[in-house]
């Protein structure tokens, strides 16, 4: 999915970037088949629509430090709930570029907005 269409995406302020998960909602390029509306719209498991967000730079980089302590118990070596590539956050690097966490290696990055990553939806419980 592309995070955004919009290269005119008003870029939130530092102290919010990286822990407020809707802190795009008013300012991102909601059109179908983005990465933010993918999650918006998701309704898997009897969870109503709006309940999946996209989540933070923070929350992505979290989930590959629990993946990898996962994998290094020989019992789940096997385990991969991600593919090794670049997953959009919400949290932003400028204008027209975001946060992409790669779950073969662990780094962070940016990425331009219009290119294409995976996405991996969270919610809270």
């Given at each position: 999915k592309?995070?955004?269409?919009?290269?005119?995406?008003?870029?939130?302020t530092e102290t919010r970037?990286?822990?407020?998960r809707t802190y795009t909602l008013a300012h991102i390029d909601k059109t179908a088949g983005l990465a933010y509306d993918y999650c918006y719209n998701l309704t898997i498991g009897d969870v109503a629509k709006g309940t999946w967000?996209?989540?933070?730079?923070?929350?992505?980089?979290?989930?590959?430090?629990?993946?990898?302590?996962?994998?290094g118990n020989s019992s789940?070596?096997?385990?991969?709930?991600?593919?090794?590539?670049?997953y959009w956050s919400s949290s932003e690097y400028?204008?027209?570029y975001a946060w992409v966490v790669n779950f073969g290696n662990g780094?962070?990055?940016?990425?331009?907005?219009?290119?294409?990553?995976?996405?991996?939806?969270?919610?809270?419980?």
């Open positions: 592309k995070w955004s269409d919009n290269t005119t995406t008003q870029l939130q970037k990286y822990w407020d967000y996209l989540p933070t730079q923070a929350q992505l980089a979290a989930m590959w430090g629990i993946l990898r302590g996962i994998q789940y070596a096997d385990y991969s709930a991600f593919f090794a590539s670049n400028s204008v027209n780094s962070v990055s940016n990425c331009s907005k219009t290119s294409s990553c995976r996405v991996r939806c969270v919610r809270d419980l």
